[in-house]
Every structure is written in structure tokens, then in C-alpha cells.
């Protein structure tokens, strides 16, 4: 067994780390605080190959695999977690799924502006009674000849106010034998008539990446903008997010690791009781625990990435365990790290309290922790 990155997967990791050295990470406060999206940012990334790291060059990606794309997401959430899950909605929640399930002309039309950074898109499957129950939708897209007339509403939908491209789950056949085949997925133009964007949610953390609700009125998709056939909807949002929890893991590793560097940084710098903080054990215990929790995440992480780049078919147990954990290490390791900065932690002067507010989220988008359990526990009851 081999745990060593291959040359491929360090050149990714040294690019992403220089890029988010020298532009991302000296902007991070600020991108929270404003809450301002990082336009430049993701078109730089976009430009560097990064918004379809793993999508073939044929269609204007990277042709990387899935480690290194786990690698890029680690390393950018690492400067800045709001950018971190941008990257991540459009590589796993849009381009992929166009990849996996669409025709040539999709992935011409769509694919190839979205991998090479020119379009960013956004995966509309939550609505207000489907978020973990996503099974449960109301938003109907209703055949027309030669077009589907969309009507309902999403909401909580990462990148949606910045987003020229959709995946939008929608019912097309409420009467289907199986509920999962009454659902369908289309790719939307979001500057059709009829799609607006309402709430923007003011949120705890990441707070750069726009999460907001899009309105459906009539909205007229091309019949040729069905994404599969008819009734392969569930399915696909289904797959479709079990790479995306691996963009997430890796996002909390990100944060996790940064969370972990500030807090050894400051053990360093503050001294109590006229020594150092980090000299004493209860620094340390707490510290070889966060390194700790930070390396098993890691190892899962890529492990899922991995199997879902041999196409391993159980890779989706293994991407909500990565996810579950690195989540979960995530606000353990950001909340020590507070706990390690002590009064100054609490304050908006170090960045241990936006680490904090980052990681929360990732225990609840793409699949709750709960939701990642449920999945790991049917995989080990289905036989
Ligand atoms: N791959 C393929 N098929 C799958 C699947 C998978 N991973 N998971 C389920 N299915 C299939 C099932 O086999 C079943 O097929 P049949 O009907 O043919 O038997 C069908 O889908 C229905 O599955 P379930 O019976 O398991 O459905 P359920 O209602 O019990 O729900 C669930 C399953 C796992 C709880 C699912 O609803 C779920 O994942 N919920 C969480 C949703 C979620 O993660 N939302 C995140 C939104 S996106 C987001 O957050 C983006 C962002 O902003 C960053």
C-alpha cells in the first residue's frame, strides 16, 4: 500500500498551496466579513484548471483524478473556506453530473464553459420541505413539446446568485409506480425568463459563498436540456452527491488544518505563568489530539477520493464516512483551537473564531451528519 502522492497530485498541491499563499489567504478576513464573493478569485482558479479538475480536457477540464481534486479543495479551504466550497459545488455538484449523465452536445454546450471557469454553476435539489428528506420534492417540470415549463422554488442553493448554469431536480411524473422515478434533472440556463433569485441567507460562516433560494415561474428549459431520461433524477442527485461529500471532507480538512496551524502557531507566541503555553501538557495533550483526528480525517478522505476514481461501487459508504468524520474533526478541532487562543480565540481578531463558524456548516450541507450515518448504516444491513 502506497500512501505517497504520485508527481500529479504534489504539482496540484504545490500550485493550489503558492496561489492560495500569496492571493487567497491574505483576502480571507476580509472576503467574511464583507461576505463579498470572490469573483477575481474564481476566475483566476478557473483559469489555472481548477473549476473541473477531474472533467477531461476534451471538455475543457484538468483530466485530473479525484485525489487531486480532494488535494485542491483541502488546500483552498485551507486560505479560505468559502472559496473552498464554491470550487467544490461546481466540480462535484454541476460539472460532474453533466459528465457522468449527459450527451455530447450537453457537455459541449454546458460542460466545457463550466470546467474551464467561464460559467459557474449551482445544484438546486434542497427546497423548503426537501432537505435532508430530498425525496419529498415539489418543484414540477411539465412537458411542452419541445421544452419542460418549470415552476417551484429552492432554497439554501450554494452559488445560485452568482451562477449561470443549474442542475435543477424537478417531479415529472407525480403518478410513477416508485416515488424515486417520479423525479427528473435538467440543466437551466439561469438568466431564462422566469428564474429569479430571492432570500440570501445571512449565515454564521462562509460567509463569501452566496446561499440563496431561486424562484421558478414558468421557466421554459429545451427538451435536449434533460439531463439522463425521465425519472433518473433521485438517481442522479443521488450519485451526484456522493462525490460531493468527498468535496466537503475535503473542505473541512481544510479548515481543520488551519485551525490546527493558528492554534500551534499561537501556543507559541503566548506565554502564562512566564512560559510559553505550549509547554505545558494540557497544550500539548490537546494539540496531538487535533494532529491526531486531522490524520485519520485525511486518510478517509483520500481513500474515498480514490475509490471513486477506480469506480469502486461502494465509494459512496466510504465518502459519507469521510465526510462524517472530517466534518466532525472539523468543529473539534476549530473549537480546541478557540480553547487554545482562550479570550483572544473569542475575538474577531485571530481567525480561530471564523475557522470555527467555517466548520459548523460542513456537519450539515450535502447530507447532515445523521443523513451520512443513515447511508453508512444501510450499506452495512443491505445484504
Ligand atoms: N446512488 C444511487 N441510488 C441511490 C442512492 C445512491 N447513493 N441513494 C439512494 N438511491 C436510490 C435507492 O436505491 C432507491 O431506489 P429505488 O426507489 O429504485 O429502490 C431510491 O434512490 C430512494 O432511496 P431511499 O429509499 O434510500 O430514499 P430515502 O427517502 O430513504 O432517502 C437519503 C435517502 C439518503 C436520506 C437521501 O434523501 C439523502 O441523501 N438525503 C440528504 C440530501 C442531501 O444531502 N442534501 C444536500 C443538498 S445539496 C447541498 O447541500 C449543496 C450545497 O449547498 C453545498
Excluded at 476580509?30 to 464573493?37: C, L
Excluded at 430571492?198 to 429545451?222: M, N, R, T
Excluded at 477520493?305 to 468524520?325: C, H, Q, R, V, W
Aim: net charge neutral; proline share 2%; aromatic share 8%.
Amino acid at each position: 500500500m502506497d500512501f505517497t502522492l504520485n508527481e500529479n497530485q504534489k504539482m496540484i498541491q504545490n500550485m493550489v498551496k503558492r496561489f492560495v499563499k500569496d492571493k487567497l489567504a491574505p483576502i480571507a478576513a476580509d472576503i467574511d466579513k464583507k461576505g463579498e464573493f470572490p469573483k477575481k478569485i474564481v476566475k483566476e482558479l478557473g483559469k489555472q484548471g481548477i473549476m473541473g479538475i477531474s472533467v477531461p480536457s476534451q471538455w475543457g477540464g484538468s483530466e485530473m483524478d479525484v485525489v487531486s481534486y480532494a488535494i485542491a479543495v483541502e488546500e483552498i479551504s485551507r486560505g479560505c473556506a468559502s472559496t473552498g466550497v464554491i470550487v467544490s459545488v461546481n466540480n462535484s455538484l454541476v460539472c460532474d453530473p453533466i459528465l457522468q449523465y449527459g450527451n455530447d452536445y450537453q457537455k459541449e454546450e454546458f460542460l466545457t464553459p463550466l470546467a474551464s471557469g467561464k460559467k459557474l454553476g449551482c445544484f438546486a435539489l434542497t427546497e423548503p420541505g426537501a432537505g435532508s428528506d430530498a425525496l419529498n420534492q415539489k418543484t414540477v417540470a411539465v412537458k411542452d413539446g419541445d421544452y419542460y415549463i418549470i415552476n417551484g422554488s429552492k432554497n439554501f442553493i450554494t452559488n445560485a446568485s452568482e451562477a449561470d448554469i443549474a442542475i435543477v431536480i424537478a417531479v415529472t411524473d407525480k403518478n410513477a409506480t416508485k416515488k424515486s422515478r417520479s423525479i427528473s434533472a435538467f440543466i437551466v440556463d439561469m438568466k431564462s425568463e422566469g428564474v429569479s433569485i430571492g432570500k440570501i441567507e445571512d449565515k454564521l460562516g462562509i460567509k463569501g459563498a452566496s446561499s440563496c433560494s431561486i424562484i421558478f415561474e414558468d421557466v421554459k428549459v429545451p427538451a435536449n436540456q434533460l439531463l439522463g431520461n425521465e425519472g433518473d433524477g433521485f438517481k442522479i442527485a443521488m450519485t451526484t452527491l456522493d462525490g460531493g461529500r468527498i468535496g466537503i471532507a475535503a473542505q473541512a480538512l481544510g479548515i481543520a488544518q488551519s485551525a490546527l496551524d493558528d492554534a500551534v502557531a499561537y501556543s507559541k507566541e503566548r506565554k502564562q505563568f512566564n512560559q510559553y503555553i505550549h509547554e505545558f501538557q494540557g497544550i500539548q495533550f490537546m494539540m496531538a489530539e487535533m494532529s491526531t483526528k486531522l490524520e485519520a480525517a485525511r486518510l478517509l478522505v483520500y481513500k474515498s477520493a480514490y475509490l471513486k476514481e477506480i469506480k469502486d461501487p461502494n465509494y459512496g459508504t466510504f465518502s459519507a464516512m469521510a465526510k462524517l468524520y472530517a466534518a466532525e474533526t472539523a468543529s473539534f478541532i476549530a473549537t480546541k483551537g478557540i480553547q487554545i487562543h482562550g479570550g483572544y480565540g473569542y475575538t474577531k481578531d485571530y481567525p480561530a473564531e471564523r475557522h470555527f463558524r467555517d466548520a459548523r456548516i460542513t456537519e450539515i450541507y450535502e447530507g447532515t451528519s445523521e443523513i451520512q450515518k443513515i447511508v453508512i448504516a444501510r450499506s452495512l444491513l443491505k445484504n
